[in-house]
Antibody
Framework: QVQLVQSGAEVKKPGASVKVSCKASGYTFTSYGISWVRQAPGQGLEWMGW????????NYAQKLQGRVTMTTDTSTSTAYMELRSLRSDDTAVYYC????????????WGQGTLVTVSS | QSVLTQPPSVSAAPGQKVTISCSGSSSNIGNNYVSWYQQLPGTAPKLLIYDNNKRPSGIPDRFSGSKSGTSATLGITGLQTGDEADYYCGTWDSSLSSYVFGTGTKVTVL
């Protein structure tokens, strides 16, 4: 069965960076991409971007360009999302999701990782 | 602020039907497939509908999706208490070059 298991909760200070991992299992990792979606407390879903696990191509949300980097490690079937220069409004639950191509639908989701940015 | 507009909430009694609208434009819904996601309290979103009206394996046929022009609709029949959740539409926006989600709709079973 397809599973996406994310790393644990993080607490960071403003200006720091965070790197969240998403380990995939139950399917051929390189046949799909991974999207990252975040949800601030009590708010809706926000798409952050997508990475192809096949060739590493990325497509980032314009508002996060320059602060976010998505990578994959095909040897461990793991995707990573790094967000830099953290601000308080980056406090959110961050989800990874399997998505065949960017702009497509996300059919399996990780459990979410809470990132809290606070001084 | 999302480019896809949904009603904040809908409600109905058990066994009844609800519909949730998702209004967009030609740059998103009008020219791209729509998906719908269910988010139960405290859990990750779950895919309910993809490609406007297709259900993934395991999703009951009580859930249905449709699209007309620049709007999409999710229907839930035979409402159950377990359907209480937030529901989001989503699609690609060609102008923004970004995937966009709707504002979300909370379904309450009375």
């Amino acid at each position: 069965q397809v599973q996406l298991v994310q790393s644990g909760a993080e607490v960071k200070k403003p200006g720091a960076s965070v790197k969240v991992s998403c380990k995939a299992s139950g399917y051929t990792f390189t046949s799909y991409g991974i999207s990252w979606v975040r949800q601030a407390p009590g708010q809706g879903l926000e798409w952050m971007g997508w990475i192809s696990a096949y060739n590493g191509n990325t497509n980032y949300a314009q508002k996060l360009q320059g602060r976010v980097t998505m990578t994959t490690d095909t040897s461990t079937s793991t995707a990573y999302m790094e967000l830099r220069s953290l601000r308080s409004d980056d406090t959110a639950v961050y989800y990874c999701a399997r998505e065949e191509d960017y702009g497509d639908y996300a059919d399996y989701w990780g459990q979410g990782t809470l990132v809290t940015v606070s001084s | 602020q999302s480019v896809l507009t949904q009603p904040p909430s809908v409600s109905a009694a058990p066994g009844q039907k609800v519909t949730i609208s998702c209004s967009g434009s030609s740059s998103n819904i009008g020219n791209n497939y729509v998906s719908w996601y269910q988010q139960l309290p405290g859990t990750a979103p779950k895919l309910l509908i993809y490609d406007n009206n297709k259900r993934p394996s395991g999703i009951p046929d009580r859930f249905s999706g449709s699209k007309s022009g620049t709007s999409a609709t999710l229907g839930i029949t035979g409402l159950q208490t377990g359907d209480e959740a937030d529901y989001y539409c989503g699609t690609w926006d060609s102008s923004l070059s970004s995937y966009v989600f709707g504002t979300g709709t909370k379904v309450t079973v009375l």
